[in-house]
């Protein structure tokens, strides 16, 4: 980067004086009028981009048509649209009139749509035309198409009569600026009530912790509706001056990333999972000797960062060493990852560490961090001077994190939301009498106050002989192999460890005929050598749990578990009851055997 870290963050102050999230846009220093803002790739492959001076006109412009159409400060304005340019401008419109931004996930069915717009009394709902918008057929609630024909949010953006005419409106921190809607893996979405303050707070918390400057690029692509990428991936770069891509899809990352050339990302662990896995497979495609190359690679990375953490470096011939593997080896993912990639933050779920240190051994850098939308959402992240792989790292500034009797990770501080919209009794339960957010999730704090989680409170599976199994560790592991597209434990009252697992069918096929010298058996998802040999291969990337979590039995599921299918939270957390009645068959079928 051009600054140094001894240069002060310019959103860091931006953040902290800010009295609306809009002000981070309206009020930009009268020198980045001409700093791109925002990129998008066009059906011809092209990138075309916005600047900033182009965004705040055309956010006035939606602002002076909203007030005009009655939308007034307090006004629950719903918007349900695909990552675009568009959905920052409504949004940011939507904030500078002191209304409240309803934000609905585009993976979600008509009828859980239906639920947030309706709970939280949305005035008018901005939408992407097309099957989005399909899924307002049966409510009667305005609507505005965000591009397309006629009156459009688009049209209004590039209408110069709106000039002038948007109505200056008093915004405080305290003031309500969004309600999230919790996807959760149970129940109803609850809205969540988050201010101005809780959201610039949490900026500016980011931004001291981890530096983020004017020419910095980041590529979003996980749905700016979940509060990890609007505050991270939207508001953030608003406040530090950074430009943002929008990834066409999260299938298309591959293919976007080396185009964007990002210098950050932020993302949950599925993608450092694949990341993971390409390399595994490609190493094991590969001859021995490359193999060699990486495991050695590995060590002297590994060895490295930790001397860099204590301000030291290699020496000598393992200087010359590393120099030589790095471009071997680590070279060509950092060209795949665009070549100037300054850092990679994860959040949404707990990184399995060792994927964790097998992206810091290459020289990429990944901050491991925890959050929830009940707290805008960021708590805690791992800072750069300092990487503890294994932790999500220690609080933010302004952040205090302690521990229930129970283990359960409570938090205060000003990003902490309001509570859930028209819901006293849950909030109450959520926030104690001294502020605690009680987070639902078991952790452990360490001496120098880095946090590691172990699994939800609520989802922490008590075997029938007492022992404890946290879940997410267990399908971590699982995770590792190649072979495995997704995994579901089941054990809550069991005698002992099953699994549900989701092939990756074309390289289950690939790793069979390389080790057995012949094709998978016609019949393989039920053939008990294939179940065997998959038992051994998980057998293998289990082998530091303790015996009583690893998995012993297993049966393959046929198709994977997606958002659009209800099983998967927007996040990719898995929605296990609703999994688990979906399978309840398979895993009587597993406990009978």
């Known amino acids: 980067m051009a600054e140094t870290s001894a240069t002060p963050c310019p959103g860091l102050e931006r953040a902290c004086q800010a009295r609306s999230l809009a002000d981070l846009l309206l009020d930009m220093p009268d020198s980045w009028a001409d700093r791109p803002l925002l990129r998008s790739r066009q059906p011809d492959g092209r990138w075309t981009g916005l600047r900033r001076g182009q965004v705040r006109q055309s956010v006035l412009r939606i602002a002076a048509w909203l007030q005009g159409h009655g939308i007034k400060a307090g006004d629950r ?30 993976t979600d069915p008509p009828e859980a749509v239906a639920h947030v717009f309706n709970d939280a009394g949305a005035s008018l709902i901005l939408v992407e035309p097309g099957e989005q918008q399909q899924k307002l057929a049966g409510l009667d609630i305005p609507t505005l198409p965000l591009t397309g024909d006629g009156e459009t949010l688009r049209a209004i953006a590039d209408d110069p009569s709106w000039d002038g005419r948007s109505e200056a409106v008093d915004i405080g921190r305290d003031d309500l600026a969004t309600l999230i809607y919790t996807s959760g893996t149970t129940g109803l979405p609850k809205g969540v009530m988050l201010t101005h303050g809780n959201i610039l707070s949490d900026v500016a918390a980011c931004i001291e912790t981890v530096a983020v400057w004017p020419d910095d690029v ?47 990302m932020i993302s949950v662990p599925r993608l450092y999972e694949k990341i993971y896995a390409g390399v595994q497979e490609s190493l094991h495609q590969g001859p021995a000797f490359k193999r060699m190359l990486f495991a050695q690679a590995q060590r002297l990375g590994n060895d490295r960062r930790r001397l860099q953490q204590r301000g030291k470096d290699l020496g000598g011939s393992r200087a010359l060493a590393w120099w030589l593997l790095d471009r071997l080896v680590n070279a060509q993912l950092r060209r795949k990852l665009g070549g100037r990639l300054r850092l990679f933050v994860s959040g949404g779920a707990s990184l399995n560490p060792k994927i ?14 925890y959050g929830l939308t009940e707290a805008s959402p960021v708590v805690s992240v791992n ?9 999500v790292g220690p609080a933010l500034p302004g952040v205090e994190l302690k521990l229930s009797e129970e ?3 409570l938090a205060r501080g000003p990003m902490v939301m309001k509570g859930y919209w028209n819901r006293p009794r849950e909030t109450a339960e959520s926030i104690d009498a ?31 002989n007492g022992e404890n199994v946290p879940p997410a560790v267990v399908e971590q592991h699982l995770a590792l192999d190649p072979c495995v597209l997704q995994a579901m434990i089941i054990a809550d009252g069991r005698d002992y460890v099953v699994a549900l697992v989701v092939p990756d069918e074309p390289k289950l096929r690939q790793h069979w005929q390389r080790e057995h010298g012949r094709p998978l058996p016609e019949q393989w ?21 303790p015996s009583y979590a690893q998995v012993q039995r297993f049966m393959f599921v046929d198709e994977e578990w997606t958002q659009e299918s209800g099983l998967l939270t927007p996040t990719l957390k898995l929605k296990r009851r609703l999994i688990v009645d979906l399978h309840k068959n398979d895993i009587r079928r597993l406990y009978a055997e």
């Open 356 to 369: 964790a240190r097998f992206l810091l051994s290459a020289g990429i850098t990944v901050l491991p961090g």
């Open 218 to 264: 980041l590529l979003s692509f996980l749905p700016v509706s979940h509060a990890f990428e609007r505050t991270v991936g939207q508001f953030l770069p608003l406040a530090a001056g950074g430009e943002i891509a929008y990834a066409e899809s999260v299938t298309t990352l591959l293919r976007d990333i080396p185009e964007v050339r990002p210098t950050l």
């Open 525 to 545: 998802r039920r053939d008990a050598g294939v179940r065997d040999w998959m038992l051994e291969r998980m057998a293998s990337d289990m082998h530091d749990l």
């Open 383 to 391: 800072p750069l001077q300092r990487i503890k792989p294994d932790t």
């Open 407 to 409: 283990g359960e990770l």
């Open 77 to 106: 304005v719903g918007i349900l649209s695909h990552n675009k340019a568009e959905w920052l401008m409504a949004d940011v419109a939507i904030l500078a009139i002191g209304a409240v931004t309803v934000p609905a996930y585009f």
């Open 434 to 464: 001294d502020g605690w957010l009680h987070t639902g999730d078991k952790a452990v704090i360490d001496t120098d106050g880095y946090v590691r989680i172990v699994d939800r409170v609520k989802e922490i599976m008590v075997l029938s």
